[in-house]
DNA sequence: TGTCACTATGCAACTAGTTGCACTGCACCC
DNA sequence: GGGTGCAGTGCAACTAGTTGCATAGTGACA
């Protein structure tokens, strides 16, 4: 239900097309909530339907014409109901936690595997996560308002890849110690 | 696709009725793997169908028939399957973070009141998690196999939900520093 | 002139999860 | 005998997300 207001809340930031959108799915917004073009597409059409954005085809040259979208007063309006409106926390549905909870019945090495597989991929994201941090947030103490919330959001992203990362070190010790005896 | 897998997995630790199982799924396997009886019941049909899982009527005293669900051979090959694959990490959708990033969009107060449930809610959970564990596993050093594994998943727990509690402290004292300007 | 890569938009079929409801069995208590 | 509450099983309609495909415009480069 969220994908409206996740929607709602980049066009505010700036508004633009599907495909602008989609591309912001693909990092900032997108670190916290996930979405494909064709999912996008479709939503968007929805909400014009719905009057929360309006549409204006805009012509560009070097490629193809686009459609940008915008807020309007009844997105705004959508926007601060649920906003106010309590959320609750998501579902968790963790793939690798069922893994590791199966492993006596499966190939542990492959198990094993595939956990630092893990491990390193939410390193990865760490690190990007940091050098945005370092690169756009020098100065934490001194942000205020959008930004701020930005920043406490990239926090966020933070703390939870280092858990995974952390975690996933533990696991990994503990099994291979396990392994040995 | 893996609740057939969290089905299968949690069958192995012991066979059970749909009804068991969704309890188990409010606990334990639920702690890390969702899923409501309506789905549980649908899924186990399936799986007999596809000869994952075998399924004999239990006559009881006291209280209603039951039909048990056991792990068949077919379903353990499945399994071993499935532990092999590789797995994606889920992708993620964080309704909070998405509030926060429209914060300044909507009221303040109201928006900090609910992260500030959602603190005390991850708490809780936390709290939840560090008694099991003080609990069934007081000497993680000693444990192998299962049990490991079980421990290793739940400290998986441990480590996301304080994650999650400190963030929310982090952004709530952000937050209200920020209003005071 | 062809093809590659990126910009740009979208439909359709499918899968998984959610929500609301419905029913039976049985013990316990008033 | 009637209500409450838990045990136990399930259907149906809906919603949200995934996957596979289709198509067009434009610049760059061989």
Redesign the pocket.
């Known amino acids: 239900?969220?994908?409206e207001h996740a929607i709602l809340v980049s066009l505010d930031e700036r508004s633009g097309?599907?495909?602008?959108l989609?591309q912001r799915f693909e990092k900032s917004i997108g670190f916290f909530w996930?979405?494909?073009?064709?999912?996008i597409?479709?939503t968007?059409?929805r909400m014009v339907e719905l009057g929360w954005v309006s549409r204006h085809e805009v012509a560009?040259?070097?490629?193809?014409?686009?459609?940008?979208y915008e807020v309007a007063d009844a997105g705004r309006a959508e926007l601060a109901r649920w906003l106010a409106s309590p959320s609750e926390p998501e579902?968790l549905?963790h793939d690798l936690s069922v893994k590791i909870r199966g492993a006596s019945l499966g190939d542990a090495a492959a198990l094993t595997g595939e956990i630092a597989r893990h491990r390193d991929l939410h390193a990865e994201r760490l690190d990007v996560y940091l050098a945005i941090e370092k690169k756009d947030f020098p100065d934490p103490s001194a942000l205020s308002g959008r930004r701020l919330h930005q920043y406490l959001v990239l926090r966020g992203g933070v703390r939870a890849e280092r858990a995974l990362v952390e975690w996933c070190d533990e696991v990994l010790a503990a099994m291979r110690e396990d392994d040995r005896r």
Chains 1, 2 share one sequence.
């Open positions: 239900m969220a994908l097309s599907g495909y602008e989609a996930a979405a494909t073009h064709q999912q597409y479709r968007l059409k560009q040259d070097g490629r193809p014409d686009k459609k940008v579902t549905r």
